[in-house]
């Protein structure tokens, strides 16, 4: 929640000074300063993960592209910001575009910016970032000095988990082809979410940017019906399957086989297509998560038609068996909507805000109900659902006595989860209706058959993203013989400084431990106990006093100076709110993305958690005059600082006055 400054003052309860009042150890900060040498600790540079990286499923470098915004990382060979930064961005995630408009974006409730006023926006950055690349018609490019490995991917499934798994396969050298079911790919993102929140035009670019690194597509194929999974295996060199979880699960109550209950992946299947132009007057769908929102969202735009033909009753438009008449829109008018959950609204699974908006748009939303049955009429039809309240008792959600009634329906939506479609993979099923997988996301006992995706386990699309992320990594060890060895701890992309120093021309020297002749020379004589490897601070081989701890710390708020960080507003993005007249038939995008200088504001709002940004506390307030910037020449991102330990004594105000948490008081332990 966002708070005031003023309020912040008025509060007594919080504080962002790192000592409490009252009895401390040193009589004063002189005392501190000339004891502290005492400790034997000095500072030394410390690279963490943020908690929005960790909290992100797809694994990006979200402080790296947010410092490249800010402007703290500096663009290399003349690259635009904006390119540099989604370069970052999509090293990670090929679909910035769409998961800046669809993704609940985790990362921002993970982000320790909520510690000081409200999250840092990152999905909206992200957002602007894949914008950018669509308007500037940016493409992805094989990594220099890449070569064709020769060996042959089968990736079943075109939806966000196969795409990313081709995408970042086919980066490292490996031939990719994706076998889809349907006739387009995109899974999910395509045929579950509708169009108004995913433009097909930016979904189609970004999955066109894959297809142009050379992957290839065969369409209208399913693995085990019109090809042989024996001989993929045949053919190819690894399999990945991501077919991912688009059957939706009936809803378990009796009347429940009524034709006009279906499930939510038929509905958004059928209005997807284009084949479902209306619906019926009464619509209930029961849920919670953010399916059961697109379907009261979609129903809601599409209303109902007074006389509609009862052959094309919405059971048999979404049966596949008609279409609606096109034509047939201009008689359309609102249909009423009814959202059941078993949570309390303000508890449900979906995003809060898009809960906010159905609200607005006049869709009603029933929390703490639970469906008892499908009411069904003399011509086999359902006429309701009838329902019955809930009560925790004990710690657990149980039916009131005496509560049950009825909402009226023509159409009753069932939105309780998916599942796979295993005809001609039985043997894939664990029994769950899910494929399981070891901690590389290979199935076990199945040497060379990797899975990700909702099939393995139903999640957000971003999961899926980091699913195929992580997945090729391991079929590239796989294909190339190599042990999977062990997974990190913290399993994201991050700021690798090695690589930031060879981009800009400052690579290690080559390692060579120092001979008799060669001190000697250098110092005029030389002792045995000189001989081998002399210290890192003047050595040009190493990183001198520098840590990467990324792959298995989370840097927490507390690690930071929060009281550095002034208080400043979240810059958010115009998000076109409609009303319960406005909503019939529009079927237009709603957000909007931030500007060419609004982002750049907000993405300076990011706190850089766990890496330092320049902002020269530790130089400032260094009584020694022990820390020092480094020289220009040789001075990059994460090497912004040194410290010259002939004159630090340990009194750890650099660690302290550090905003990041860069700096740790660990030399001499």
């Known amino acids: 929640m966002s708070v005031s400054p003023e309020e912040m003052n008025k509060s007594q309860a919080r504080t962002f000074r790192r000592y409490k009042d009252g009895k401390t150890q040193w009589r004063s900060w002189q005392d501190k300063i000339f004891e502290a040498d005492k400790s034997h600790k000095c500072p030394e540079y410390v690279l963490s993960t943020p908690p929005c990286q960790g909290s992100c499923p797809a694994g990006e470098d979200i402080r790296g592209y947010l410092n490249i915004v800010r402007g703290v990382e500096k663009p290399v ?66 990594p220099e000095g890449v070569q064709k490995s020769g ?23 490996h031939s990719c082809t994706i076998f889809d079911e349907h006739a387009l790919l995109g899974g999910m993102m395509r045929y579950g979410i509708p169009g108004f929140r995913t433009p097909r035009e930016v979904l189609d670019t970004e999955i066109q940017r894959i297809i142009d690194l050379g992957v290839e597509v065969k369409l209208n194929v399913h693995i085990g019906k019109d ?45 997807n297509d284009g084949r479902l132009q209306h619906v019926g007057k009464r619509v209930v769908v029961i849920g919670g998560g953010d399916t059961s929102i697109d379907v009261a969202t979609v129903a809601r735009r599409l209303g109902h038609i007074k ?29 009423d ?34 469906p008892v049955s499908v009411v069904v009429g003399a011509d086999g039809r359902a006429t309701a659902l009838r329902v019955a309240v809930l009560e925790t008792v004990g710690g657990k959600q149980v039916v009131k006595e005496g509560t049950e009634y009825d909402i009226p329906a023509d159409l009753i939506v069932s ?21 399981s997988a070891d901690k590389h996301y290979q199935v076990p006992g199945q040497q060379g058959i990797f899975v990700g995706g909702d099939v393995l386990r139903p999640h957000l699309l971003t999961t899926a993203i980091g699913h195929g992320r992580i997945a090729a990594e391991s079929i590239d060890h796989y ?26 021309g400052l690579a290690p020297e080559a390692y060579h431990t120092s001979n008799k002749e060669e001190i000697k020379k250098k110092e005029g004589f030389a002792k045995e106990i000189d001989l081998g490897t002399w210290g890192t601070d003047k050595a040009k081989f190493a990183v001198h006093n520098f840590e990467n701890r990324s792959d298995k710390y989370v840097i927490p708020s507390t690690d930071l100076f929060l009281g550095h960080f002034p208080f400043t507003p979240r810059n958010k993005r115009n998000f076109v709110t409609l009303t319960a007249e406005q909503v019939l038939g529009h079927f237009e995008e709603r957000l909007e993305a ?8 907000e993405a300076k709002r990011c706190m850089s958690c766990g890496l330092c940004f320049e902002c020269d506390n530790c130089v400032v307030y260094c009584p020694q005059i022990a820390v020092f910037k480094v020289k220009k020449t040789q001075a990059t991102t994460g090497r912004y600082v040194d410290t010259d330990y002939s004159r630090c004594i340990g009194c750890h105000i650099c660690a302290d006055v550090c905003p990041t948490g860069y700096i740790k008081m660990g030399m001499g332990d």
């Open 77 to 142: 060979g003349g690259v635009p910001m904006q390119e540099y930064a989604w370069r970052r961005l999509t090293s990670a995630n090929p679909f910035p575009s769409v998961m800046g408009r669809v993704c609940p974006a985790p990362c921002e409730s993970g982000c320790n910016r909520n510690e000081v006023d409200d999250f840092v926006g990152i999905n909206s950055v992200e957002h602007y970032l894949g914008e950018y690349a669509i308007k500037n018609n940016l493409k992805f490019s094989m």
């Open 151 to 173: 060996k042959k991917v089968a990736i079943i499934g075109g939806g966000p988990a196969g795409l990313s798994a081709a995408y970042h396969l086919t980066l490292k050298g």
């Open 227 to 271: 090809i042989t999974l024996d001989q993929i295996k045949k053919d190819h060199d690894a399999i990945f399957m991501g077919m991912g979880a688009q059957a939706g699960r009936p809803l378990p109550v009796p009347g429940a086989e009524a034709p006009n209950v279906v499930t939510a992946m038929a509905f958004l299947r059928a209005f």
């Open 307 to 335: 006389t509609a033909n009862p052959s094309e009753r919405t059971e048999h438009i979404i049966a596949g068996q008609v279409a609606h008449d096109v034509a047939e829109v201009s008689a359309k008018e609102g249909a």
């Open 337 to 370: 909507v009814v959202l059941c959950s078993r949570a309390p609204v303000e508890k449900m699974n979906a995003n809060k805000h898009e809960v906010e908006e159905a609200l607005a748009e006049g869709i009603e939303i029933k929390g703490n109900i639970t």
């Open 415 to 435: 939105a309780i989860g998916q599942a796979v479609d295993f005809t001609g993979l039985e043997g894939f099923d664990n029994g769950k209706g899910l494929i």
């Open 479 to 504: 294909l190339n013989g190599e042990d999977l060895g062990k997974r990190p701890k913290v399993d994201v992309a991050y700021f690798d400084l090695l690589r930031k120093e060879m981009e800009v």
């Open 594 to 601: 931030l500007d060419d200088k609004t982002v750049v504001s």
